[in-house]
């Protein structure tokens, strides 16, 4: 399974990503989780995109394309992956299916997890996420067993930088203007499937498997 994970910031894609990557047995490959991780090991790739990261701003395209293209070529990409945050606007979609085109392989499918506007800022202002494993939670709507605590691998989860009031709004800007249009992208392609990402995890979770086991347009 070649997947491409798409919905606006807070929609889902990271909690959603951890259930398919068990299901499925491929890599997750988060562009936000490289960009954290060398921001947390203060790289020099990680301290230039803080700047961008913290404005609520895409990191620009030549490094995040570079990036992902290293990432698709590791082995343990070559019975899939999921990838998660890219592209992100209509050129990194355009050198994601040269870089595939190279790699002699095409996307089974682009899952977008479809949320109101009006909820993904709620849900991204309360998501706490554990820096360990990168499992995704809610202060209301998705609580860990125990407070602050991850559920999964037991360490303190945190609230991300960028999950702020402050940032939200040029985030939910630079999706709608740059990301959005891509769903049309791949609806061109053939490969667009659509889930209601609002509801309980579990039900969403299996209206994926449901969607993904269809067969495209
Ligand atoms: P995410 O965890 O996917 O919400 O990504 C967090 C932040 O990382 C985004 O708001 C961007 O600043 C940056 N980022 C992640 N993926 C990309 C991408 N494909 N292109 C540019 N910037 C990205």
Redesign the pocket.
């Known amino acids: 399974m070649r997947l491409l994970l798409m919905g606006a910031?807070g929609a889902g894609k990271g909690t959603q990503a951890v259930f398919i990557k068990n299901a499925y047995n491929i890599p997750h490959i988060?562009?936000?989780?490289m960009?954290r991780s060398a921001i947390k090991n203060a790289t020099p790739l990680g301290i230039m995109?803080k700047s961008?990261?913290d404005k609520?701003?895409?990191?620009p395209d030549s490094v995040?394309i570079g990036l992902v293209k290293e990432r698709l070529s590791e082995a343990d990409c070559i019975g899939g992956f999921i990838l998660?945050?890219?592209?992100?606007n209509l050129f990194?979609a355009e050198e994601l299916d040269k870089i595939l085109a190279e790699l002699g392989v095409k996307l089974d499918a682009c899952l977008n997890i479809d949320v109101d506007q009006k909820v993904l800022t709620d849900r991204i202002v309360g998501r706490r996420v554990c820096p360990k494993c990168g499992a995704s939670f809610h202060i209301e709507n998705l609580k860990p067993q125990v407070e602050g605590i991850c559920d999964y691998c037991g360490a303190e989860l945190i609230q991300r930088k960028?999950d702020t009031l402050e940032t939200v709004t040029p985030?939910l800007e630079v999706y709608n203007t740059s990301t959005a249009p891509l769903l049309d992208y791949y609806k061109k392609q053939g490969i667009l499937k659509c889930v209601d990402g609002e509801g309980e995890v579990e039900q969403i979770f299996a209206n994926i498997l449901k969607a993904l086991g269809e067969k495209n347009d």
Request: hydrophobic share 30%; net charge negative.
């Open positions: 910031p988060s562009t936000g989780d960009f995109a961008y990261i609520g701003l895409l990191v995040t998660d945050g890219f592209p992100r990194q960028d985030r």
